[in-house]
């Protein structure tokens, strides 16, 4: 059973600047969630997607924004990138939205915007 | 007042300790509770899950949920070196929507 993997695993932007970060989902999970994590922070809930729809957002400007592919894969796209976006970006995915399916997190991919 | 409060520690305890890892939340539409363990550069681990108030034990760890008191425990017996590492509490409420605490630095000194 292959985990959560993300790509790339480091990325330098300047300010102003577009972004994608992508993520698979662990073998047999259908929903996918992003977070944001600056240093020394806890996980802040950007959105979820749930067989390729949005199922929940945080709040998170409109610049941030998703997509998830038929194959469950899932793209985080941040536009005018600012200061404040330099942090860890990790992806969750869990075979569905009941109370009881448990996230599986990536290693995460940290951006460092300039 | 944020959703969830962490005391972020740093936390040092020696081998063989109990610790206690505890978070409090505002917001009765939690339902669902967490704990997390997180390597420095790595992404979070689920240790634990609960809904309901009460005691959950898994091996030399020891959930705990308090409802009334808004309030949520994480116990670990007889700590080693490699418990070593930042804690998170989580929880998700009934909007679909999921919420950390900042996380608790633990060093368990051998």
């Known amino acids: 059973e292959t985990g959560v993997t993300q790509s790339p695993t480091h990325l330098i932007k300047t300010r102003g600047q577009q972004v994608t970060l992508r993520c698979s989902s662990q073998?047999?999970?259908?929903?996918v969630s992003w977070y944001q994590q600056a240093l020394g922070q806890g996980p802040q809930f950007i959105f979820q997607?749930?067989?390729?729809?949005?199922?929940g957002r945080g709040n998170f400007p409109p610049r941030f924004s998703g997509l998830q592919f038929p194959n469950y894969s899932s793209e985080l796209n941040v536009n005018a990138l600012e200061l404040d976006d330099s942090a860890l970006y990790l992806c969750?995915?869990?075979?569905?939205?009941?109370?009881?399916?448990?996230?599986?997190f990536g290693p995460g991919t940290r951006l460092t915007v300039l | 007042q944020k959703e969830v409060e962490q005391d972020p520690g740093p936390l040092s305890v020696p081998e063989g300790a109990i610790v206690s890892l505890n978070c409090t939340y505002s917001n009765s539409a939690f339902q669902y509770f967490m704990w997390y363990r997180q390597y420095s550069r790595k992404g979070p681990e689920l240790l634990m899950y609960?809904?309901?108030?009460g005691n959950k034990e898994d091996g030399r760890f020891t959930a705990q949920v308090d409802k009334s008191s808004k309030y949520i425990s994480l116990f670990i017996r007889d700590s080693q070196p490699s418990d070593s590492a930042t804690y998170l509490c989580?929880?998700?409420?009934?909007?679909?929507?999921?919420?950390f605490g900042t996380g608790t630095s633990l060093t368990v000194i051998p």
């Open positions: 609960t809904y309901s108030s």
């Open positions: 997607y749930y067989r390729e729809e949005e199922n």
């Open positions: 969750a995915s869990s075979g569905g939205v009941r109370t009881t399916d448990t996230q599986y």
């Open positions: 989580a929880m998700r409420n009934t909007g679909n929507q999921f919420y």
């Open positions: 073998s047999g999970h259908n929903t």
